[in-house]
């Protein structure tokens, strides 16, 4: 049985994902409900992705959490890359995603919500020279404003009987 969808991939020899395009990224269960994660980059670690008990062991960050992690990275690398740019010089950057998981009307968990918090420290002196990154960084952060404009998702499911 096959079920697809097409998202208007984009053509053969298309610009690689960070100017435009298509990306892949290619889960492999390993057991239980744990996956290798292969992120589709030259030289970039694979990881992985696991459920909390019950389901899975928990010994990796679950969906909810790497949903989480990647808004709250695009958000600090959006804010990193302005403050470079206004040669604004960053001693440190903490990042904190907060998220709530709630029952939608069918009972199923789905995350509510995500509150992000970024923690930078910088010169006292340059506290006004940051303003105009603190108005536009978010504009930049390509995650995040996906997911707040819902991402169209397709789901094909293609089984393999042997």
């Known amino acids: 049985m096959t ?15 960070e100017g435009g395009g298509e990306f892949r990224v290619t889960l492999t269960l390993e057991e239980g409900y744990r996956f ?5 980059l030259d030289g970039a670690r694979h990881f992985h992705i696991d459920e909390t008990p019950p389901l899975g062991a928990g010994g990796d960050a679950n969906p909810s959490r790497v949903l989480a992690s990647a808004m709250a990275s695009c958000l600090a690398s959006s804010l990193l890359f302005c403050l470079r740019k206004a040669r604004i010089t960053v001693r440190s950057l903490r990042v ?3 998220g709530t998981l709630v029952r939608n009307e069918r009972k199923r968990l789905r995350v509510g919500g995500l509150h992000i918090e970024l923690f930078p420290e910088i010169a006292a002196g340059d506290e006004e020279r940051m303003k105009r990154c603190l108005e536009i960084f978010e504009d930049f952060c390509v995650v995040t404003d996906s997911v707040r404009r819902g991402i ?5 499911v293609e089984t393999h009987a042997s």
């Open 3 to 17: 079920h697809s969808g097409d998202l208007g991939a984009a053509p053969s020899g298309a610009a690689p994902a």
């Open 36 to 40: 290798d994660v292969d992120p589709g």
């Open 96 to 98: 904190e995603a907060r």
């Open 152 to 156: 169209p998702v397709i789901v094909g």
